[in-house]
């Protein structure tokens, strides 16, 4: 099978909650193709159809989330694939990485988090349904370099805000640089509540944090 299909395949499998069929066609490909690729345009795919349809209320929770669960079952092959091409990379920078309070979508902050570790960053993860108090002590016990949040809803994005607020509250905000990001984040959103930048992607928000980091340690 080319990897065209076996992608549409795990697309499919995505969209139906069915991790056995994920699993079977990721397999077929991943000694042969990027790790990363396979998530993107294979898995990705299916789940933001998913999305799609629960918006539209063709679906519902229940299916929801067992395409969630079926994703994760693929990344199970896939993480440890992304994680073994970065052993070797110096280190970069300190990572304190949550998806804010009341929300607890968490897979694009894992994807984000993979591609960081294996970017050098140490990563400190710290679930979801983060509180501000718990992003900043955490950020001060660690001597972190980047604060990032992923949010995944409209309702829920505000919560970026209150951590920014919280920083500066705090006389902190210059200490950290602050990354934000997830389904409904956008430079304009970013740039509203003075955050230091944000990403639609895996690989841009690690661009992102390498050239802040540089920054910050040049000045
Ligand atoms: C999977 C999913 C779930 C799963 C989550 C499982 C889990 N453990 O994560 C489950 C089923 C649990 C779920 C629950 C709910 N969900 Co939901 N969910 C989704 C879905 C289908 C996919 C989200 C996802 O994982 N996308 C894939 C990842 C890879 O994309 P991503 O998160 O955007 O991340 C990428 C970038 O944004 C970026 N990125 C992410 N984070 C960060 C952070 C930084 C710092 C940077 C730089 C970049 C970055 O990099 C990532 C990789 O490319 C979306 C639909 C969609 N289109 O997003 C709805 C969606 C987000 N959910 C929605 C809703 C409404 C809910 C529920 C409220 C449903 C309900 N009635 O209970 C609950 C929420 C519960 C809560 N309190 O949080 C709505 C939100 C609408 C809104 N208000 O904005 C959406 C948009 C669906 C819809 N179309 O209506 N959901």
Do not use: C
């Amino acid at each position: 099978m080319g990897k065209e299909e076996a992608y549409k395949r795990m697309s499919q499998a995505v969209i139906d909650g069915d991790a056995d069929t994920l699993v079977e066609a990721v397999k077929e490909v991943i000694d042969q193709v990027e790790p990363l690729e396979i998530i993107q345009e294979g898995m990705m795919p299916g789940l933001k159809k998913i999305g799609d349809m629960f918006g539209a209320g063709e679906i519902f929770l229940p299916e929801m989330l067992m395409a969630a669960e079926a994703f994760q079952e693929g990344m199970k092959l896939v993480e440890p694939r992304i994680l073994a091409k970065g052993q070797k990379v110096e280190k970069t920078g300190v990572v304190v990485f949550g998806t804010v309070l009341t929300d607890i979508h968490e897979i694009g902050k894992n994807i984000v988090i993979t591609l960081m570790k294996t970017h050098g960053f140490e990563v400190y993860d710290l679930g979801a349904n983060v509180s501000p108090t718990t992003f900043v002590d955490k950020a001060e016990e660690v001597n972190a370099d980047i604060i990032a949040m992923s949010s995944l809803m409209t309702t829920t994005m505000t919560y970026q805000k209150d951590v920014i607020d919280y920083l500066k509250e705090k006389g902190l905000r210059e200490k950290y640089i602050v990354l934000v990001g997830g389904g409904p984040v956008n430079e304009e959103w970013a740039e509203q509540i003075g955050a230091d930048g944000t990403s639609d992607s895996a690989t841009g928000a690690v661009e992102l944090a390498k050239r802040l980091i540089q920054n910050k340690k040049g000045r």
